[in-house]
Protein backbone atom coordinates (compact mmCIF):
# COMPACT_ATOMS: atom_id res chain seq x y z
CA UNK A 1 0.00 0.00 0.00
CA UNK A 2 2.90 2.21 1.08
CA UNK A 3 4.80 1.58 -2.31
CA UNK A 4 1.31 2.48 -4.32
CA UNK A 5 0.89 5.66 -2.20
CA UNK A 6 4.21 6.53 -3.95
CA UNK A 7 3.45 5.69 -7.14
CA UNK A 8 0.51 8.04 -7.53
CA UNK A 9 3.00 10.79 -5.78
CA UNK A 10 5.31 10.28 -8.35
CA UNK A 11 2.81 10.39 -11.22
CA UNK A 12 0.94 13.59 -9.74
CA UNK A 13 4.31 14.89 -9.88
CA UNK A 14 5.03 13.75 -13.68
CA UNK A 15 1.61 15.58 -14.30
CA UNK A 16 2.30 18.75 -12.59
CA UNK A 17 5.52 18.80 -14.76
CA UNK A 18 3.41 18.25 -17.77
CA UNK A 19 1.29 20.91 -17.42
CA UNK A 20 4.11 23.34 -16.79
CA UNK A 21 4.99 22.57 -20.62
CA UNK A 22 3.55 22.43 -24.54
CA UNK A 23 4.04 22.33 -27.98
CA UNK A 24 7.70 20.80 -28.98
CA UNK A 25 8.64 21.33 -25.10
CA UNK A 26 6.91 17.49 -24.73
CA UNK A 27 8.31 14.59 -26.72
CA UNK A 28 8.33 10.52 -26.88
CA UNK A 29 10.15 7.84 -28.50
CA UNK A 30 8.92 4.24 -28.87
CA UNK A 31 10.92 1.48 -28.61
CA UNK A 32 10.84 -2.07 -29.98
CA UNK A 33 7.71 -3.29 -27.91
CA UNK A 34 5.35 -0.58 -28.08
CA UNK A 35 1.87 -1.80 -28.46
CA UNK A 36 -0.40 0.25 -30.83
CA UNK A 37 -3.00 1.40 -27.55
CA UNK A 38 0.12 3.05 -26.08
CA UNK A 39 0.97 4.55 -29.27
CA UNK A 40 -2.39 5.79 -29.45
CA UNK A 41 -3.01 6.93 -26.25
CA UNK A 42 0.67 8.99 -25.92
CA UNK A 43 0.07 10.37 -29.92
CA UNK A 44 -3.52 11.70 -27.97
CA UNK A 45 -1.74 13.15 -24.52
CA UNK A 46 0.83 14.74 -26.88
CA UNK A 47 -1.69 16.31 -29.13
CA UNK A 48 -3.45 17.51 -26.25
CA UNK A 49 -0.29 19.73 -25.55
CA UNK A 50 -0.09 20.99 -28.68
CA UNK A 51 2.88 18.51 -29.47
CA UNK A 52 3.88 16.53 -33.16
CA UNK A 53 6.97 15.04 -31.29
CA UNK A 54 6.46 11.44 -31.72
CA UNK A 55 9.18 9.20 -32.62
CA UNK A 56 10.34 5.98 -33.33
CA UNK A 57 13.73 4.58 -32.20
CA UNK A 58 14.05 2.74 -35.43
CA UNK A 59 15.09 5.08 -38.48
CA UNK A 60 13.77 5.47 -41.91
CA UNK A 61 15.14 7.60 -44.88
CA UNK A 62 12.35 10.23 -45.55
CA UNK A 63 13.21 10.96 -48.96
CA UNK A 64 10.42 10.49 -51.82
CA UNK A 65 7.61 9.11 -50.09
CA UNK A 66 9.18 7.96 -46.81
CA UNK A 67 6.85 7.10 -44.74
CA UNK A 68 3.87 8.40 -46.30
CA UNK A 69 2.61 5.53 -47.83
CA UNK A 70 2.80 2.26 -46.59
CA UNK A 71 4.07 0.64 -49.95
CA UNK A 72 7.45 2.27 -48.68
CA UNK A 73 7.93 0.12 -45.24
CA UNK A 74 5.74 -2.92 -45.32
CA UNK A 75 6.85 -6.90 -46.30
CA UNK A 76 4.71 -6.14 -49.79
CA UNK A 77 5.04 -9.54 -51.39
CA UNK A 78 3.88 -11.00 -47.46
CA UNK A 79 5.14 -13.74 -45.96
CA UNK A 80 2.49 -16.39 -47.37
CA UNK A 81 3.82 -15.27 -51.21
CA UNK A 82 7.48 -16.01 -50.64
CA UNK A 83 6.44 -19.29 -51.52
CA UNK A 84 5.16 -18.24 -54.85
CA UNK A 85 8.84 -16.33 -55.99
CA UNK A 86 10.99 -17.14 -58.28
CA UNK A 87 13.93 -15.05 -57.32
CA UNK A 88 14.84 -13.61 -54.09
CA UNK A 89 17.47 -10.67 -53.29
CA UNK A 90 18.19 -10.41 -49.54
CA UNK A 91 20.12 -6.95 -49.07
CA UNK A 92 21.99 -6.16 -45.66
CA UNK A 93 19.29 -8.79 -43.95
CA UNK A 94 19.83 -12.39 -42.74
CA UNK A 95 16.72 -13.87 -42.06
CA UNK A 96 17.96 -16.93 -41.14
CA UNK A 97 18.93 -15.06 -37.31
CA UNK A 98 16.95 -11.90 -37.76
CA UNK A 99 13.84 -13.50 -39.26
CA UNK A 100 13.30 -17.78 -38.94
CA UNK A 101 9.95 -17.56 -40.12
CA UNK A 102 10.47 -15.85 -43.13
CA UNK A 103 13.78 -17.96 -44.01
CA UNK A 104 11.50 -20.83 -43.73
CA UNK A 105 9.44 -20.02 -46.03
CA UNK A 106 12.55 -19.22 -48.27
CA UNK A 107 14.24 -22.46 -47.81
CA UNK A 108 10.41 -24.18 -48.05
CA UNK A 109 10.22 -22.37 -51.65
CA UNK A 110 13.40 -23.83 -52.50
CA UNK A 111 13.20 -27.17 -51.93
CA UNK A 112 9.69 -27.45 -53.42
CA UNK A 113 10.46 -25.47 -56.41
CA UNK A 114 9.61 -27.31 -59.55
CA UNK A 115 13.02 -24.98 -61.03
CA UNK A 116 15.88 -23.81 -58.70
CA UNK A 117 14.88 -20.60 -56.64
CA UNK A 118 17.77 -18.30 -57.18
CA UNK A 119 18.57 -15.91 -54.00
CA UNK A 120 20.96 -13.36 -53.97
CA UNK A 121 22.85 -12.05 -50.91
CA UNK A 122 24.64 -8.48 -51.12
CA UNK A 123 25.80 -8.45 -47.31
CA UNK A 124 27.58 -11.47 -45.44
CA UNK A 125 28.21 -14.47 -47.27
CA UNK A 126 26.49 -16.99 -44.66
CA UNK A 127 24.67 -20.15 -44.59
CA UNK A 128 21.43 -19.60 -45.01
CA UNK A 129 20.39 -23.37 -45.02
CA UNK A 130 19.79 -23.36 -48.78
CA UNK A 131 21.88 -22.05 -51.64
CA UNK A 132 22.49 -18.66 -52.12
CA UNK A 133 24.73 -16.26 -55.17
CA UNK A 134 26.89 -13.97 -53.18
CA UNK A 135 26.96 -11.04 -55.19
CA UNK A 136 29.32 -8.53 -52.20
CA UNK A 137 29.16 -6.74 -49.11
CA UNK A 138 29.38 -3.42 -50.01
CA UNK A 139 27.22 -0.87 -52.03
CA UNK A 140 29.38 -1.33 -55.18
CA UNK A 141 27.98 -4.53 -55.49
CA UNK A 142 24.11 -3.08 -55.27
CA UNK A 143 25.63 -0.08 -57.84
CA UNK A 144 26.99 -3.31 -60.40
CA UNK A 145 23.29 -4.69 -59.75
CA UNK A 146 21.79 -1.15 -60.93
CA UNK A 147 23.92 -1.07 -63.73
CA UNK A 148 23.80 -4.19 -65.21
CA UNK A 149 27.38 -5.37 -64.53
CA UNK A 150 26.36 -8.38 -62.81
CA UNK A 151 24.79 -11.82 -64.08
CA UNK A 152 22.50 -11.70 -61.55
CA UNK A 153 20.83 -7.96 -63.09
CA UNK A 154 19.82 -10.57 -66.09
CA UNK A 155 18.18 -12.89 -63.42
CA UNK A 156 16.52 -10.41 -62.22
CA UNK A 157 15.00 -8.87 -65.89
CA UNK A 158 13.98 -12.35 -66.46
CA UNK A 159 12.04 -13.13 -63.00
CA UNK A 160 8.61 -12.89 -62.98
CA UNK A 161 7.97 -13.03 -59.56
CA UNK A 162 11.15 -11.43 -57.87
CA UNK A 163 11.30 -10.60 -54.21
CA UNK A 164 13.92 -7.86 -52.78
CA UNK A 165 14.15 -8.16 -48.70
CA UNK A 166 15.76 -4.94 -47.55
CA UNK A 167 17.24 -5.43 -44.11
CA UNK A 168 15.97 -2.50 -41.51
CA UNK A 169 19.69 -1.68 -40.17
CA UNK A 170 20.42 -0.29 -43.55
CA UNK A 171 17.38 2.29 -42.66
CA UNK A 172 19.60 4.03 -39.99
CA UNK A 173 22.84 4.15 -42.13
CA UNK A 174 23.96 8.10 -42.66
CA UNK A 175 23.96 6.84 -46.55
CA UNK A 176 20.34 5.19 -46.49
CA UNK A 177 18.72 7.74 -48.94
CA UNK A 178 21.56 6.88 -51.42
CA UNK A 179 20.90 2.87 -50.72
CA UNK A 180 17.72 3.14 -51.11
CA UNK A 181 17.64 5.23 -54.57
CA UNK A 182 19.77 2.56 -55.97
CA UNK A 183 17.64 0.09 -54.40
CA UNK A 184 14.18 1.30 -55.88
CA UNK A 185 16.45 2.15 -59.09
CA UNK A 186 16.65 -2.26 -59.38
CA UNK A 187 13.71 -2.68 -58.61
CA UNK A 188 12.47 -0.50 -61.16
CA UNK A 189 14.29 -2.59 -63.86
CA UNK A 190 12.46 -5.88 -63.19
CA UNK A 191 9.43 -6.56 -64.72
CA UNK A 192 6.91 -8.94 -62.81
CA UNK A 193 3.94 -10.04 -63.17
CA UNK A 194 1.00 -8.02 -62.85
CA UNK A 195 -0.23 -7.07 -59.43
CA UNK A 196 3.11 -8.80 -57.79
CA UNK A 197 5.03 -6.72 -55.54
CA UNK A 198 8.53 -6.64 -55.87
CA UNK A 199 10.13 -4.34 -52.88
CA UNK A 200 10.15 -5.55 -48.85
CA UNK A 201 10.83 -4.22 -45.68
CA UNK A 202 12.38 -6.64 -43.18
CA UNK A 203 11.42 -4.56 -39.58
CA UNK A 204 13.92 -6.04 -36.65
CA UNK A 205 10.75 -4.86 -33.73
CA UNK A 206 7.28 -5.53 -33.41
CA UNK A 207 6.26 -1.97 -33.00
CA UNK A 208 7.90 -0.03 -36.25
CA UNK A 209 4.61 -0.70 -38.37
CA UNK A 210 2.42 0.82 -35.88
CA UNK A 211 3.84 3.19 -34.99
CA UNK A 212 4.41 4.34 -38.38
CA UNK A 213 0.87 3.79 -39.12
CA UNK A 214 -0.06 6.07 -36.53
CA UNK A 215 1.76 8.83 -37.77
CA UNK A 216 4.87 8.89 -35.80
CA UNK A 217 8.20 9.60 -37.08
CA UNK A 218 10.93 7.58 -37.85
CA UNK A 219 14.65 7.96 -36.01
CA UNK A 220 15.15 9.95 -32.86
CA UNK A 221 16.02 13.60 -33.59
CA UNK A 222 17.62 16.38 -31.81
CA UNK A 223 16.15 16.60 -28.51
CA UNK A 224 17.76 20.00 -27.41
CA UNK A 225 14.93 22.27 -25.90
CA UNK A 226 12.68 19.20 -24.92
CA UNK A 227 11.89 19.30 -21.43
CA UNK A 228 9.43 16.26 -20.89
CA UNK A 229 10.36 12.98 -22.89
CA UNK A 230 8.94 9.90 -22.51
CA UNK A 231 10.50 7.17 -23.06
CA UNK A 232 8.05 3.92 -23.84
CA UNK A 233 10.62 1.08 -23.36
CA UNK A 234 13.14 3.07 -25.75
CA UNK A 235 16.41 0.79 -24.83
CA UNK A 236 18.43 0.80 -28.01
CA UNK A 237 20.57 3.73 -26.47
CA UNK A 238 19.54 5.68 -28.76
CA UNK A 239 19.10 8.38 -26.46
CA UNK A 240 21.76 9.77 -23.95
CA UNK A 241 21.70 12.25 -21.01
CA UNK A 242 24.56 14.25 -23.00
CA UNK A 243 21.61 14.58 -25.78
CA UNK A 244 19.58 16.12 -23.52
CA UNK A 245 18.78 19.09 -21.74
CA UNK A 246 19.53 19.52 -18.30
CA UNK A 247 16.45 20.31 -17.16
CA UNK A 248 14.85 17.61 -19.22
CA UNK A 249 12.34 15.72 -16.90
CA UNK A 250 13.22 11.96 -18.59
CA UNK A 251 9.95 9.32 -18.20
CA UNK A 252 10.50 5.68 -18.08
CA UNK A 253 7.54 3.66 -19.19
CA UNK A 254 8.56 -0.19 -19.75
CA UNK A 255 8.42 -3.64 -18.43
CA UNK A 256 12.65 -4.81 -18.22
CA UNK A 257 14.06 -1.37 -17.56
CA UNK A 258 17.45 -1.55 -19.54
CA UNK A 259 19.29 1.00 -21.18
CA UNK A 260 16.54 3.98 -21.09
CA UNK A 261 15.74 3.31 -17.04
CA UNK A 262 19.31 4.07 -16.83
CA UNK A 263 18.94 7.90 -18.70
CA UNK A 264 15.41 8.44 -17.19
CA UNK A 265 14.47 10.72 -13.75
CA UNK A 266 10.97 8.93 -13.60
CA UNK A 267 10.11 4.91 -14.35
CA UNK A 268 7.10 4.31 -14.59
CA UNK A 269 6.45 0.12 -14.58
CA UNK A 270 4.63 -1.35 -17.62
CA UNK A 271 3.86 -4.70 -18.49
CA UNK A 272 5.59 -7.13 -21.19
CA UNK A 273 3.88 -8.13 -23.97
CA UNK A 274 3.28 -11.34 -22.01
CA UNK A 275 0.93 -9.60 -19.37
CA UNK A 276 -1.31 -7.97 -21.76
CA UNK A 277 -3.58 -8.08 -24.52
CA UNK A 278 -2.68 -5.69 -26.43
CA UNK A 279 -2.10 -5.48 -30.76
CA UNK A 280 0.91 -5.11 -32.56
CA UNK A 281 1.01 -4.78 -36.40
CA UNK A 282 3.55 -7.38 -37.87
CA UNK A 283 6.18 -6.54 -41.20
CA UNK A 284 3.34 -7.22 -43.67
CA UNK A 285 0.94 -5.03 -42.18
CA UNK A 286 -1.34 -7.64 -40.37
CA UNK A 287 -2.90 -6.58 -36.99
CA UNK A 288 -2.09 -9.37 -34.30
CA UNK A 289 -3.40 -9.24 -30.60
CA UNK A 290 -1.75 -11.36 -27.72
CA UNK A 291 -3.21 -12.54 -24.91
CA UNK A 292 -2.55 -12.68 -21.31
CA UNK A 293 -0.77 -15.49 -19.90
CA UNK A 294 0.40 -13.77 -16.58
CA UNK A 295 -0.35 -10.09 -14.62
CA UNK A 296 2.48 -7.59 -14.47
CA UNK A 297 4.32 -8.31 -11.17
CA UNK A 298 3.63 -5.88 -7.98
CA UNK A 299 2.46 -2.55 -9.04
CA UNK A 300 3.00 -2.37 -13.03
CA UNK A 301 0.47 -1.92 -15.00
CA UNK A 302 -0.38 -1.87 -18.84
CA UNK A 303 1.31 0.43 -20.55
CA UNK A 304 -1.74 2.73 -22.21
CA UNK A 305 -3.55 2.58 -18.89
CA UNK A 306 -0.76 4.67 -16.90
CA UNK A 307 -0.99 7.44 -19.61
CA UNK A 308 -4.50 7.07 -19.08
CA UNK A 309 -3.67 7.79 -15.11
CA UNK A 310 -1.39 10.16 -15.60
CA UNK A 311 -3.76 12.26 -17.73
CA UNK A 312 -6.79 12.04 -15.43
CA UNK A 313 -4.38 13.48 -12.75
CA UNK A 314 -3.35 16.35 -15.08
CA UNK A 315 -6.37 17.13 -14.92
CA UNK A 316 -6.71 16.46 -19.25
CA UNK A 317 -8.56 13.25 -19.26
CA UNK A 318 -7.88 11.35 -21.97
CA UNK A 319 -11.60 10.43 -23.74
CA UNK A 320 -11.34 6.83 -22.61
CA UNK A 321 -12.01 4.53 -19.22
CA UNK A 322 -11.46 1.33 -21.25
CA UNK A 323 -9.47 -0.63 -24.09
CA UNK A 324 -12.73 -0.75 -26.14
CA UNK A 325 -13.10 2.73 -25.93
CA UNK A 326 -9.48 3.31 -26.70
CA UNK A 327 -9.65 0.74 -29.97
CA UNK A 328 -12.67 2.83 -30.87
CA UNK A 329 -10.64 6.08 -31.03
CA UNK A 330 -7.87 4.31 -32.75
CA UNK A 331 -10.03 3.12 -35.51
CA UNK A 332 -10.74 6.35 -36.41
CA UNK A 333 -7.64 6.84 -37.34
CA UNK A 334 -6.47 3.26 -38.58
CA UNK A 335 -9.10 0.85 -38.94
CA UNK A 336 -6.90 -2.01 -39.88
CA UNK A 337 -5.81 -1.77 -36.68
CA UNK A 338 -8.84 -3.49 -35.62
CA UNK A 339 -9.25 -6.51 -38.10
CA UNK A 340 -7.21 -8.92 -35.87
CA UNK A 341 -5.55 -11.64 -38.11
CA UNK A 342 -6.47 -9.93 -41.48
CA UNK A 343 -3.70 -8.10 -43.61
CA UNK A 344 -3.96 -4.59 -45.19
CA UNK A 345 -2.16 -3.82 -48.00
CA UNK A 346 -0.42 -1.27 -49.09
CA UNK A 347 -1.21 0.75 -52.38
CA UNK A 348 -0.14 3.66 -54.87
CA UNK A 349 3.27 1.35 -55.69
CA UNK A 350 3.21 3.20 -59.33
CA UNK A 351 3.24 6.79 -57.24
CA UNK A 352 6.16 5.94 -55.09
CA UNK A 353 8.62 4.60 -57.89
CA UNK A 354 7.71 7.97 -59.45
CA UNK A 355 8.69 9.54 -56.41
CA UNK A 356 11.84 7.79 -55.60
CA UNK A 357 13.32 9.45 -59.20
CA UNK A 358 12.55 12.79 -58.14
CA UNK A 359 14.93 14.31 -56.60
CA UNK A 360 18.83 14.95 -56.28
CA UNK A 361 21.10 11.92 -56.48
CA UNK A 362 22.53 10.98 -52.49
CA UNK A 363 25.99 8.97 -52.49
CA UNK A 364 26.76 5.94 -50.40
CA UNK A 365 29.46 4.77 -48.75
CA UNK A 366 31.58 1.72 -50.04
CA UNK A 367 33.77 1.46 -47.09
CA UNK A 368 31.18 0.78 -45.14
CA UNK A 369 29.76 -3.04 -45.37
CA UNK A 370 26.14 -3.75 -46.16
CA UNK A 371 25.98 -6.88 -43.38
CA UNK A 372 23.43 -7.41 -41.27
CA UNK A 373 23.78 -6.79 -37.24
CA UNK A 374 23.22 -10.41 -36.88
CA UNK A 375 25.32 -13.31 -38.39
CA UNK A 376 25.98 -16.01 -35.37
CA UNK A 377 23.82 -17.84 -33.48
CA UNK A 378 25.11 -16.85 -29.89
CA UNK A 379 24.18 -13.28 -31.28
CA UNK A 380 20.44 -14.69 -32.01
CA UNK A 381 19.46 -14.98 -28.13
CA UNK A 382 20.00 -11.32 -26.85
CA UNK A 383 18.49 -8.67 -29.51
CA UNK A 384 16.50 -6.69 -27.39
CA UNK A 385 15.64 -5.68 -23.60
CA UNK A 386 13.82 -8.30 -22.85
CA UNK A 387 15.91 -11.42 -24.17
CA UNK A 388 19.12 -9.78 -22.77
CA UNK A 389 17.27 -9.55 -18.98
CA UNK A 390 16.66 -13.72 -19.35
CA UNK A 391 18.53 -16.25 -17.90
CA UNK A 392 17.67 -18.77 -20.25
CA UNK A 393 18.88 -16.89 -22.95
CA UNK A 394 22.16 -16.63 -21.40
CA UNK A 395 22.37 -20.15 -21.29
CA UNK A 396 22.00 -20.45 -24.53
CA UNK A 397 25.10 -17.95 -25.54
CA UNK A 398 26.55 -19.74 -22.52
CA UNK A 399 26.38 -23.05 -24.68
CA UNK A 400 26.73 -21.50 -28.09
CA UNK A 401 30.50 -20.55 -26.36
CA UNK A 402 30.55 -24.24 -25.38
CA UNK A 403 30.17 -25.52 -28.65
CA UNK A 404 32.44 -23.22 -30.42
Not at 259 to 269: K, S
Not at 280 to 291: D, F, H, K, L, S
Not at 304 to 313: C, G, N, V, Y
Request: hydrophobic fraction near 40%; charged fraction near 20%; glycine fraction near 8%.
Amino acid sequence: KQWYQRRVVITAGVARVLNSRSGNEIAAVSGDFTDAETLFAVRKLLHSYDSEMLFTEQNFPLSASGTDMRSSYLFNTSIAGIEEADLVLLIGTNPRFEAPLINARIRKTWRNSPVDLKVGVIGADTDMTYPTVHLGNSADALIDLANGYHSFSQDLKSAKRPMIILGSSLLSRPDSIGLTQIIAKIAGQTNPDEGWKVMNTLHSNSSQVAALDLGYKPGVPDLSGVKVLFMLGSDSGTITREGLDDDCVVVYIGSHGDAGAGVADVVLPGAAYTEKSVTYVNTEGRAQQTTKAVNPPGVAREDWKIIRALSELADNKLPYDDVYQLRTGMGRIAPHLLKEGEREEANFFSEAAKLNQIGETHSVSSEQTLQAPINRLKDFYMTDSISRASQTMANCVKSCDELV
